[in-house]
């Protein structure tokens, strides 16, 4: 389904009013995001914010799509909040936040219908050191936010009301990383360690006619952090859309200590954050979260076609690049 702009609007603003609530029932507290970081938050690899000294940073065309950008400050632009929503909960129990996300496009990526280059996520965290809990109150947070949602539906929301069920519709199924890859159709003579193809995600997501999770992923199909358990496998969680919608969210249990953080970050071919490590170290705080993605929670409580359909009318940014070639 197709929308016009003026129901991009509302489902935007009736899903955001009701996940709010949601949130609010479940004791999480709402900060606000840093726009930008000096440090090297794990993500924030290919994208800078250029300020000038009280005047415009100087953008020069170099040729080629290229540009060179003089100007004073540069900062990360973030892609994610994973850590500094683990950061703040040394000063309460429960954190969420609403966070503007910025990341390149890979190939194939902009006939998905779910990826974007500035998108939002929200981005959720509280004190947790058990998986099982992390799986049940994420479920919670959704079955509210589906019975907040469906009394102020917008006009035409058609099918709708079965979607929301589905969300409200916990326990969701839990299904291994090593089972998803069997139901998607890679073969066992096939890598066993590499993620799901869109294919695969499509044929598993096919299968299912509720959300459900994929969990206790081995090392390295992520780059991000999270705890081992006594198997090696990581205990991180994707939650999954049914009929093709695909990945809603991804988190997990954070790592345990600064050995843990280091271990993981040099297998995985780079270095421990120093910030994360060092306040890991101090606080010895446990949390557990997720990211779920904002505009693909809208376009399945829409029923959109694509993300895209969900484009404010007032966003003149890249993301009106996909689907134009340039």
Known sequence: MSLSSAQSYQWTGRVLQSLRRSLLEHDFLEI???????????????????????ARPKVTAEGDGRVSVDGKWAYQLPVSHSVEKQMALEHTDRVYCLTPCLRLLMDGEEASGKHLYTFFQ?????????ADEALTVTESILGSLARHLEPILPDGAGTAVTRLQGLRSG???????????????????????SDLTRDEERTLTDSFDSPFWIHR?????RDSLYQRGEDGLQETYDLMLPAGYGELATGGLRPRDR?????????????PNPVYADWKERSGIQTAGFGLGFERLVRYCAGADSVLDLLAAHDSGPNRRIGAHE
């Open 32 to 54: 606000l995001p840093a726009l930008l970081s000096s440090e090297a938050e794990p993500g924030a690899r290919h994208s800078v914010a250029v300020l000038g000294d009280r």
């Open 217 to 221: 992923y081995p090392l390295g199909v």
């Open 171 to 193: 326990p969701y199924p839990r299904v291994s990383f090593a089972d998803a890859l069997k139901l998607g159709g890679r073969k066992p003579d096939e890598p066993q360690n």
């Open 259 to 271: 050995r843990e953080i280091t271990e993981q970050s040099r297998l995985l071919g780079g270095e």
């Open 122 to 130: 929200v981005v959720v965290e509280w004190r947790a050191a058990d």
